[in-house]
Every structure is written in C-alpha cells, then in structure tokens.
C-alpha cells in the first residue's frame, strides 16, 4: 500500500452541519473528521447570539455579491487553476 502525502484542515461549522459533511466526507473518502471539546466557557449565550446574527449578515453579503455578479463584465474562465485547499 501506498503512503500519501496529507494535509490538516481545520474545519469550523454549526452543528446542525456537521452530519451532512460527515456523509459527504465518508462519500468521498477525503477526509478523517475529529471533533474538537469546546470549554463550557466558550459556548456561552451571548457567543450564540453574535454568532447568529454574523450568520444574518453573511446571508445578506452572500445574497448581494450573487446579485452584483450578473453585472460583472469580466467573464469567470471554467478553465481557471482552482484554489489551494
């Protein structure tokens, strides 16, 4: 068996998108997931609370960029080098 060069990501997601990418993982055979213990200290209300409503914002940053691009005169190449993982 062949050794493969690997590389660690770290992954930072809400919970109720971990098991949809822990299926997508397993599908793929790309990835080794552990989760992280967080201190009870950092799971506090207030962390929830700012973290929802930056979730808001970037839902309303995500929908304006996909409205802006119809208006983008330089056309996306669908030969273009991918981004580095």
């Given at each position: 068996m062949a050794i493969a060069e690997m590389k660690?990501?770290?992954?930072?997601?809400?919970?109720?998108?971990?098991?949809?990418?822990?299926?997508?993982?397993?599908?793929?055979?790309?990835?080794?997931?552990?989760?992280?213990d967080l201190p009870e200290e950092l799971l506090s209300r207030k962390d929830l609370a700012r973290a929802s409503e930056l979730e808001a914002e970037i839902a309303r940053y995500q929908w304006a960029i996909r409205k802006l691009a119809k208006y983008d005169p330089v056309k996306q190449s669908m030969f273009r080098p991918l981004p580095d993982a």
């Open positions: 660690r990501i770290g992954l930072l997601m809400m919970r109720r998108d971990h098991n949809q990418l822990l299926k997508l993982a397993q599908r793929l055979g790309c990835l080794h997931i552990t989760e992280a």
